[in-house]
């Protein structure tokens, strides 16, 4: 009796044991699928990461230009409008021509007379035709001269008036003979000899000068055209591009001052965004590389640009150096605006086929970067080393940390034993 007492004891024992070890198992295992329950988890795998630059600015247009009025006086005629779209140089309003000073209403009459002898100039051929007589006539002077001078260096006929006595009369008688010239006859030729050579080349002077276009007096002429129609342009205010008129001021009877603005002109047909890109990034960043731009103001929609201008000097703003980049929209429509914030995402790297770590896996303990593997239920914290980055991903380039591993979102700073928050590292 005594021997089946012990041999029901120890077989007691033995399934409260293992009752025991099966409550801790399960209260082990439910522990665990809680504690796994409550984190959100990703599996590592291979993809492409394209590795970003992120800033933000303002958009602007390709050009931009506020108008002013030069003159003060009364706005007469006013021919534009807010939304529209007008040519280089076209007249977007006048002053009244008797609310004008005096210089400029004469500036219409000084443009006038200046015009005529600017046309007269490039048209007609009369001084042309003068000029070739002149030129001929002062060449056959010069000629008689050169000849006539010749001809003192030997002997020459030489006139004298004599007189004789004949029937009670002194009659005078005209006598030539062959002779040399006295200094007074050669100094006198040399006289008409000079000025006939200084004839000579004032007409060549006129002669080249008007067959040449009379270049020095016609560009004379439009300057006084220039000058004039400058003057009388402070009557009125012109487009200085091509554009799209975004405001408008004047409104006829309105009276104004020189200064005042008048208009603002907006070239809309590119549209830019200038952001500034720390020294860290800009070398990373050049000419030509895609952008993707989104707007607070246009929800759900991205638009596409790219890069035109990189900065060459560096902005030092409280001792943070950073450099302009410029993009272009590629995409724009009537939605996206001058002065809209846009947040400008550059893509400055494309990686195919990497291991792909979450960023929001990512912590930093004891100065490394670390992410949770989930083992068994459990986090066990790993060291790695990171690659490019873009917002959302970056490359794993160094850990014990392969394709098909679960990570944790989600983790605490840190975990305890066990995988419980607040003690030691739960592995390495």
């Given at each position: 009796m005594r021997s089946f007492f012990k041999r029901f004891r120890t077989v007691f024992v033995v399934l409260l044991l293992i009752g025991a070890a099966a409550t801790v198992w399960a209260f082990t295992q439910r522990r665990a699928n809680q504690t796994a329950s409550a984190f959100q988890t990703a599996t590592v795998a291979r993809g492409t990461l394209t590795a970003t630059i992120g800033a933000t600015g303002t958009v602007r247009a390709k050009q931009t230009a506020v108008l002013i009025w030069q003159a003060a006086g009364t706005v007469d005629v006013v021919n534009v409008k807010v939304g529209d779209n007008i040519p280089s140089d076209f007249v977007m309003a006048y002053l009244k021509k008797t609310s004008l000073p005096q210089s400029v209403i004469l500036a219409?009459?000084?443009?006038?007379?200046?015009?005529?002898?600017?046309?007269?100039?490039?048209?007609?051929?009369?001084a042309l035709a003068e000029s070739v007589i002149a030129l001929r006539d002062a060449q056959e002077a010069y000629d008689k001269a050169v000849n006539w001078r010749k001809e003192l260096n030997g002997r020459i006929k030489i006139k004298k008036i004599v007189y004789k006595e004949m029937f009670g009369r002194t009659i005078p008688e005209i006598k030539e003979y062959k002779g040399y010239a006295d200094e007074t006859t050669i100094a006198k030729a040399d006289e008409d000899l000079a000025l006939a050579k200084a004839r000579l080349d004032d007409a060549q002077r006129t002669f080249d000068r008007l067959s040449a276009g009379n270049g020095v007096e016609i560009a004379a002429a439009q300057a006084r055209v220039d000058a004039a129609q400058a003057?009388?342009?402070?009557?009125?205010?012109?487009?200085?591009?091509?554009?799209?008129?975004?405001?408008?001021?004047p409104l006829p009877g309105d009276q104004v001052g020189a200064g005042a603005t008048a208009f603002r002109l907006d070239d809309l047909s590119s549209l830019y965004v200038d952001v500034e890109v720390s020294e860290v990034d800009i070398n990373s960043v050049s000419v030509g590389q895609g952008t993707t731009l989104s707007f607070d103001a246009i929800l759900d929609r991205d638009y596409h640009g790219q890069v035109v201008e990189v900065g060459e000097v560096g902005n030092d703003v409280g001792g943070i150096v950073s450099f302009t980049v410029t993009v272009e929209l590629t995409d724009a429509d009537d939605l996206v605006k001058p002065g809209m914030t846009a947040a400008v995402n550059i893509t400055v790297k494309e990686m195919q086929d990497v291991l792909l770590i979450p960023n929001?896996?990512?912590?930093f303990v004891d100065g490394s970067r670390v992410v949770y593997r989930l083992v068994d239920g459990q986090p066990v914290k790993t060291k790695i080393t990171l690659g490019p980055s873009s917002d959302q991903e970056s490359v794993l380039v160094g850990g014990e940390v392969?394709?098909?591993?679960?990570?944790?979102?989600?983790?605490?700073?840190?975990?305890?034993?066990?995988?419980?928050?607040?003690?030691?590292?739960?592995g390495d």
């Amino acid at each position: 009796m005594r021997s089946f007492f012990k041999r029901f004891r120890t077989v007691f024992v033995v399934l409260l044991l293992i009752g025991a070890a099966a409550t801790v198992w399960a209260f082990t295992q439910r522990r665990a699928n809680q504690t796994a329950s409550a984190f959100q988890t990703a599996t590592v795998a291979r993809g492409t990461l394209t590795a970003t630059i992120g800033a933000t600015g303002t958009v602007r247009a390709k050009q931009t230009a506020v108008l002013i009025w030069q003159a003060a006086g009364t706005v007469d005629v006013v021919n534009v409008k807010v939304g529209d779209n007008i040519p280089s140089d076209f007249v977007m309003a006048y002053l009244k021509k008797t609310s004008l000073p005096q210089s400029v209403i004469l500036a219409e009459a000084d443009l006038a007379n200046a015009q005529t002898s600017l046309d007269e100039l490039l048209n007609s051929n009369t001084a042309l035709a003068e000029s070739v007589i002149a030129l001929r006539d002062a060449q056959e002077a010069y000629d008689k001269a050169v000849n006539w001078r010749k001809e003192l260096n030997g002997r020459i006929k030489i006139k004298k008036i004599v007189y004789k006595e004949m029937f009670g009369r002194t009659i005078p008688e005209i006598k030539e003979y062959k002779g040399y010239a006295d200094e007074t006859t050669i100094a006198k030729a040399d006289e008409d000899l000079a000025l006939a050579k200084a004839r000579l080349d004032d007409a060549q002077r006129t002669f080249d000068r008007l067959s040449a276009g009379n270049g020095v007096e016609i560009a004379a002429a439009q300057a006084r055209v220039d000058a004039a129609q400058a003057t009388l342009n402070l009557s009125r205010v012109s487009a200085p591009f091509s554009g799209i008129v975004t405001e408008s001021y004047p409104l006829p009877g309105d009276q104004v001052g020189a200064g005042a603005t008048a208009f603002r002109l907006d070239d809309l047909s590119s549209l830019y965004v200038d952001v500034e890109v720390s020294e860290v990034d800009i070398n990373s960043v050049s000419v030509g590389q895609g952008t993707t731009l989104s707007f607070d103001a246009i929800l759900d929609r991205d638009y596409h640009g790219q890069v035109v201008e990189v900065g060459e000097v560096g902005n030092d703003v409280g001792g943070i150096v950073s450099f302009t980049v410029t993009v272009e929209l590629t995409d724009a429509d009537d939605l996206v605006k001058p002065g809209m914030t846009a947040a400008v995402n550059i893509t400055v790297k494309e990686m195919q086929d990497v291991l792909l770590i979450p960023n929001r896996a990512v912590r930093f303990v004891d100065g490394s970067r670390v992410v949770y593997r989930l083992v068994d239920g459990q986090p066990v914290k790993t060291k790695i080393t990171l690659g490019p980055s873009s917002d959302q991903e970056s490359v794993l380039v160094g850990g014990e940390v392969t394709a098909g591993d679960t990570i944790v979102l989600n983790p605490p700073a840190e975990f305890g034993p066990g995988g419980g928050p607040g003690g030691g590292p739960g592995g390495d």
